[in-house]
């Protein structure tokens, strides 16, 4: 399956995509841990994201529609993949219809997660991710890690993200509204679009989303 998950920043997005891709066999990407990787081993790409991300704003089109094509070009995601954080706008969603088109595939599904703002502000104030993969995700509250500030999937240490402070948060909910939204509209206009709350457990919530992916397959 191709899936695009959608949603405000803390949305759980992270979170529920690593569950999904295992349940659908298919590989999660993400552009905004791709960005950090680069990040964190210091390549050109990563220097260049780090300004807009730091700021709440959105890394240029051409830069992250090259990088995640390189990555959908990967021979893992030859059967599908699941999109997190990418297409972000319209055009970055115009430019993966026409990548998928010229390969003769196209997107079985997206995945809304709806969840109100005070909620979307307390779990990113929570999050805490891990230096060594900012896929491994977890919550001061919600979900602790077993030994204050330890990663427990791999040992390494837990902080804050650079763009969780409380102005960068806000900027990227703003970014969020009048950009990314209006992809929703883009894909119901293709009947594409499944909402479903992100509210309850983590696993009450993947069990929603495999429920609305259901009547996508
Ligand atoms: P990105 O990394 O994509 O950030 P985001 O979209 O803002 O989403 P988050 O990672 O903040 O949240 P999430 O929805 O994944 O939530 P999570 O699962 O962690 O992008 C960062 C930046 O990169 C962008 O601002 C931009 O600059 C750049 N970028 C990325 N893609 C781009 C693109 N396509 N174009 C241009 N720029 C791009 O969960 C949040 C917390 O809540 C966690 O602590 C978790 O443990 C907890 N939690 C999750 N689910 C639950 C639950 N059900 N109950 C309680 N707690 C929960
Ligand atoms: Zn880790």
């Not at 191709?2 to 349940?23: D, E, S, W």
């Not at 995601?77 to 998928?100: C, I, K, S, T, Y």
């Not at 209006?182 to 989303?209: F, N």
């Amino acid at each position: 399956m191709r899936i695009v998950l959608v949603g405000p920043p803390g949305a759980g997005k992270g979170t529920q995509a690593a569950f999904l891709a295992t349940n659908l066999s298919v590989p999660h990407i993400s552009t905004g841990d791709l960005f950090r990787a680069n990040i964190s081993n210091e390549t050109e790409l990563g220097t260049l994201a780090k300004s807009y991300m730091d700021r709440g704003d959105l890394v240029p089109d051409e830069v992250t529609i090259a990088m995640a094509k390189d990555r959908m070009e990967q021979s893992d995601a030859a059967d599908g993949f699941l999109l997190d954080g990418f297409p972000r706008n319209v055009q970055q969603a115009e430019a993966l219809d026409d990548m998928l088109q010229t390969e003769g595939m196209k997107l079985d599904g997206v995945l809304d997660l709806e969840v109100p703002e005070d909620e979307v502000v307390k779990r990113i104030a929570g999050r805490r991710v891990c230096r060594n993969d900012s896929s491994h995700v977890f919550h001061v509250s919600y979900k602790p890690s077993q030994k204050e500030g330890v990663c427990d999937l791999c040992g390494g240490e837990l902080y804050q993200r650079d763009d969780d402070s409380e102005d960068t948060v806000r900027k990227r909910l703003e970014v969020y509204h009048t950009q990314t939204e209006p992809i929703i509209d883009y894909y119901k206009a293709q009947g594409l679009v499944v909402t479903i709350s992100a509210l309850g457990k983590v696993e009450e919530v993947t069990q929603r989303a495999m429920e609305a992916l259901g009547s996508k397959a």
